[in-house]
């Protein structure tokens, strides 16, 4: 199916990511000479993304002001000057923007180094509405930079997502990018809540999909993990 919609999570302070982010929201802190989210916002274009909602708390006028510049694709601001939603709160107080059909959602410092293909082509390409509720994209932690942790789910041979347990390490996360269905966080809590309630419901009936990307994806939460992503691209 074409996908045509998605929304990029840009509202977060960014607070480990300090003092980067004591002038800045963190979806402008440079990366290889260009705003994190950029490189967000090209790889949408290039997946053929329409229109791109973008919700906005933190320095949310510089953010905006930046976004303006853009041409392509359409963005659209999703306002959480107020109150700090998170991830599915977010994404809930935009319902009216998102419409009915399956969106990606994004967040603003998801980066990778493509391996075989183009990995937002396959995803797109991979998901099945009529199996699948959500598709994330999965990361290999053994092919992953500035990483720390033990995982966060076991994946099945069909690609469906179970929780690790808590005493366990496992090999795949989540990349940051997934497809979903926008009606599921209307079914969310009023407020502020974390898209991990949706995918527990969705891991209980099976709907819980993912797709394991190729190439290396870098996580970027800290100016440690920033500058070895640029470190490792500049050696490639």
């Known amino acids: ?7 990029v999570m840009a509202a977060g302070k960014g607070t480990r990511m300090r003092p980067l982010t004591d002038t800045l929201p963190k979806p402008l802190v440079p990366f290889m000479g260009e705003a994190l989210i950029d490189h ?28 303006a510049k853009r041409g392509f694709p359409h963005i659209v601001i999703s306002d959480e000057r107020e109150r ?7 994404a809930k107080h935009a319902l009216h923007l998102l419409g009915e059909e399956p969106i990606i959602t994004f967040n603003s410092d ?9 990995n937002l082509a396959n995803l797109i390409e991979g998901f099945d509405p009529e199996s699948m509720d959500a598709y994330l ?14 995982g966060d789910f076991h994946m099945d041979s069909l690609g469906r997502l179970t929780r690790r347990g808590a005493s366990e390490t496992v090999p795949y996360m989540f990349a940051g990018v997934q497809i979903i269905k926008p009606q599921l966080f209307a079914e969310g809590p009023e407020g502020a809540f974390s898209t991990n309630l949706i995918w527990d419901r969705l891991m209980e009936g ?3 999909y993912g797709q394991r990307m190729s190439g290396i994806w870098m996580h970027v939460g800290t100016p440690e993990d920033l500058a070895s992503a640029e470190a490792f691209i500049r050696d490639l």
């Open 1 to 7: 199916m074409k996908i045509k919609r998605a929304m």
């Open 84 to 90: 700090l939603l998170d991830t599915g709160g977010g």
């Open 206 to 208: 099976g709907r819980l």
């Open 137 to 150: 994209m999965i990361a290999d932690a053994a092919r992953t930079i500035g990483y720390v942790g033990r």
């Open 110 to 118: 998801s980066v990778w180094v493509e391996g075989w293909g183009a």
């Open 40 to 67: 967000v916002l090209d790889r949408l274009e290039k997946a053929g993304i329409e229109e791109v909602i973008v919700n906005v708390h933190h320095f949310a006028d510089k953010l905006e002001t930046h976004l």
